[in-house]
């Protein structure tokens, strides 16, 4: 094979051209993966004994999408768009050959080739929407018009890799070729092709789907309608259905234009570099600087949880889920039957909505063992406390967990707050315990902080972040302190909505301005989601705060029909006169005059403490990067992906004008407040989190 340059080899075999790419890891379309095509082209059409070109990539997949690294820097050419119509235009017929998976740039390049063939394990999709983006390069265009508007508007919106045999059905593959031969059956295509002596099909030419959804705006409407929900806040997807719009509505040439342009206006907005930062962090989040590939990693074929509360149930079945077997301890049948119960009912529920095959409820089901004998734990590689929030029971149960467990079995916890050093302090073997915090519910919240002690083993964090990997979870690797990276920036929150309630905003006046920035709610909804009642006990209650008395009259959020808000039937909220009369009690009570505080000063008072407790989390070396922050709080806590989460967001604002405005409101942060000096150095420096090394 001869080279065209680095990364592009052409070689011709009976009379068909092979340009072949090879740019490890997922042969993004970088600048000298675009050059190696076009000129691999030329040539192949400059070479009188080539009838044909196939497009094939080495490694591990075709092209996945254009090189997100080259964002933001100037353009090199040619720049994708001249590429595909390079060969688009080609006067001999061009395959793609897709392995892998064929996204974004990718497919817009296997779209502009006469034809495509792919193996059964491919996968196709335009992922741009999750980085805040549409395809920009033809791909909103060209798709509408093989697999028609609906389904083009669907792939587009959700960004889903669609599989070989669902694609072909769809004419986005014209030939499924045997698994393992996509060179040769490649090349048999292509001679077939110059054989029958088939037209250079250009998908830009094909007209006739989008001609006939012309008439039929209501595609769009229903489609807005129907997701309008799940696209709250997000720019890319009504974007992307506009370009759907346009494929539909104008001439293949003008429509290209409306995609070009609004490419570069969501290029250049704050969302899609918000999206393009966190598809990096979610894989930075990974990389632990202490340790290697050289740190043996166990394995964990068994293993045990104590505690089949809400949180014990969800975590068991992450890895029935993952096909590993569990057994439960409780103190009592009745908990452990409880307990047992909901995890049955939650697969049938899943099963309902056909999510999950019936006879995988029994397989799942039939994982999970429970016993109220701790000694029953004995061979389980890792076992994962997760009872009462107390620290004396937790020391009582890894005491007894230590002369229990075998040797090199991880022990770890579930604690949200608890100093893990402690915990780890009642055993003879603190390098074996680690804390592995959950969210709830555990079984579907994405995050894990894997807690590292002080004196926790490298081999055991680098199996606790594999495993989590295995159920599915995003870990982020944290230290101990109080409420770790999470709970603890939530308690700087959650401090101010208290306190903003007693200086005069009701809870629905807080909770609002949170929601419109694109938290799933706001903290007096969240208190009513988890109930109000956690951690309080009518025989301790002292009508201390609203939330106390508000449980006192039994409103215990919305399992009980009301709490901050009032609920109906469908548990819908709407503002309480009950808690507004508390609440102004509780104002009077404190000497204060309510006063009206806008909705700019909320939502700064609750952001900005928080941005603050996360640079002292830096500071502190709790967490390891501040992009590790906004992972836990985006997977955690529902923050938006497209504000990048809390450090990210911050340096949008731009750090010293947070701290102005930390400082101005300072007398109102409550009498512990300091500012954090990092934060500080960073602002008056001008510089942003993004800027630590
Ligand atoms: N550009 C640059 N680097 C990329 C990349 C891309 N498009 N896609 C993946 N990478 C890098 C990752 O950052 C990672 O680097 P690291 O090893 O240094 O952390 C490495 O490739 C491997 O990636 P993953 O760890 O994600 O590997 P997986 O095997 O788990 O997944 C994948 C492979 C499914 C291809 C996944 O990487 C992926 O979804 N990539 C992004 C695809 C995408 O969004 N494409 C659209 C790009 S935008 C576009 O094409 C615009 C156009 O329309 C104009
Ligand atoms: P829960 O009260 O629902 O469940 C605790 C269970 O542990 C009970 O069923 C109890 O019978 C059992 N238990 C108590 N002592 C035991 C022992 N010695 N041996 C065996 N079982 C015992 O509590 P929840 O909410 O599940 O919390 C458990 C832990 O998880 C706590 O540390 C909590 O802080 C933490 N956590 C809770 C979250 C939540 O949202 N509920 C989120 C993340 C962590």
Redesign the pocket.
């Given at each position: 094979m001869g080279a065209i340059n680095a990364v592009t080899g052409l070689s011709v075999e009976d009379g068909i051209a092979i340009v072949t790419i090879n740019y490890p890891p997922v042969n993004a379309l970088s600048h000298a993966v675009r050059e190696g095509i076009v000129n691999g082209l030329q040539q192949a059409i400059a070479d009188a004994a080539v009838k044909a070109v196939v497009l094939i990539c080495d490694g591990r997949t075709f092209m996945a999408g254009a090189d997100i690294t080259e964002f933001g820097k100037p353009p090199k050419a040619p720049w994708l768009p001249e590429v595909i119509e390079a060969i688009e235009n080609s006067n001999k017929p061009v395959i793609a050959a897709i392995h892998g998976t064929a996204l974004g740039g990718g497919l817009e390049v296997a779209l502009g080739c006469h034809y495509r063939v792919a193996v059964p394990a491919a996968k196709c999709g335009l992922p741009e929407v999750h980085l805040g983006l549409l395809p920009g390069a033809g791909g909103t265009q060209r798709l509408p018009r093989i697999v028609g508007p609906e389904k083009a508007l669907e792939m587009v919106t959700s960004g889903a890799h669609v599989d070989a045999k669902t694609s072909h059905a769809a004419g986005l593959i014209d030939e499924l070729v045997p698994e393992g031969q996509l060179r040769a059956g490649a090349i048999a295509y292509a001679k077939k092709v110059v054989a029958e002596n088939r037209p250079l099909k250009k998908v830009r030419d094909l007209n006739d789907k989008v001609e006939a959804a012309r008439s039929k705006p209501e595609i769009f409407a229903d489609f807005r309608k129907a997701n309008a929900r799940k696209f709250r806040g997000f720019l890319a997807p009504e974007y992307n259905i506009r370009c759907i719009e346009a494929a539909v509505n104008l001439p293949f040439d003008e429509g290209i234009k409306t995609e070009r342009k609004l490419f570069q206006e969501l290029m250049g907005g704050v969302q899609s570099a918000a999206q393009r930062y966190v598809f990096f962090a979610e894989r930075q989040v990974w990389k632990v600087p202490d340790i290697g590939d050289d740190v043996q990693t166990l394995p964990i074929a068994k293993v045990g949880v104590?505690?089949?509360?809400?949180?014990?149930?969800?975590i068991a079945m992450n890895f029935a889920n993952a096909g590993i077997p569990v057994t439960i301890?409780?103190?009592?049948q009745e908990?452990?039957d409880?307990?047992l119960g909901v995890i049955r009912k939650n697969y049938e529920t899943t099963a309902k909505r056909g999510k999950l095959k019936p006879e995988d409820v029994e397989k799942r089901v039939g994982l999970l063992t429970g016993t109220?004998e701790?000694e029953k734990l004995a061979d389980c590689d890792l076992i994962i406390?997760?009872?009462?929030?107390?620290m004396a029971?937790?020391k009582?149960?890894f005491g007894?967990l230590d002369k229990i467990a075998k040797p090199g079995a991880i022990l770890a916890?579930?604690?949200?707050?608890?100093d893990v050093n402690e915990i780890a302090s009642a055993t003879t073997r603190p390098e074996w315990v680690i804390g592995l915090?959950?969210?709830?519910?555990?079984n579907v919240m994405r995050l894990l902080e894997v807690v590292r002690g002080e004196k926790t083993s490298k081999q055991v964090v680098a199996t606790s972040m594999q495993l989590a990997k295995k159920i599915g979870k995003i870990a982020v690797l944290v230290g101990v302190c109080h409420g770790f990276v999470g709970?603890r920036m939530l308690a700087a929150r959650q401090s101010q909505a208290q306190a903003m309630l007693v200086e005069g905003a009701m809870p629905w006046d807080v909770d609002k301005p949170l929601y419109e920035f694109g938290m799933p709610m706001g903290p007096f909804a969240m208190g009513d989601l988890?109930g109000l009642d956690?951690g309080w006990s009518k025989e301790t209650s002292t009508s201390s705060t609203v939330r106390e008395v508000l449980c006192e009259l039994d409103r215990r959020g919305q399992k009980t029909g009301a709490g901050f808000y009032d609920y109906d039937e469908q548990r819908n909220a709407k503002p309480s006169p009950v808690t507004e009369k508390i609440v102004k009690e509780f104002a009077a009570k404190a000497g204060v005059t309510p006063r009206q505080i806008s909705e700019q000063e909320i939502l700064e008072r609750s952001l900005y403490p928080m941005i603050n407790e996360g640079a002292k989390i830096l500071e502190e070396k709790i967490a390891l990067r501040p992009s590790d922050i906004d992972i836990v709080w985006i997977n955690g806590y529902g923050w938006p992906v497209y504000r990048g989460g809390p450090m990210f967001y911050a340096d949008t604002v731009g750090l010293a004008n947070v701290v102005a405005k930390l400082k101005e409101y300072a007398p109102k942060l409550g009498a512990d407040f300091t500012i954090s000096p990092l934060l500080e150095q960073l602002a008056a420096a001008g510089k942003r989190f993004q800027d630590l090394k």
């Open positions: 104590i505690g089949a509360g809400t949180m014990g149930g969800g301890v409780e103190t009592k908990a452990l409880r307990g109220l701790l406390e997760a009872v009462f929030e107390n029971v937790k009582e149960v007894k916890s579930n604690t949200s707050y608890l915090h959950f969210f709830s519910p555990a709970n988890a956690i």
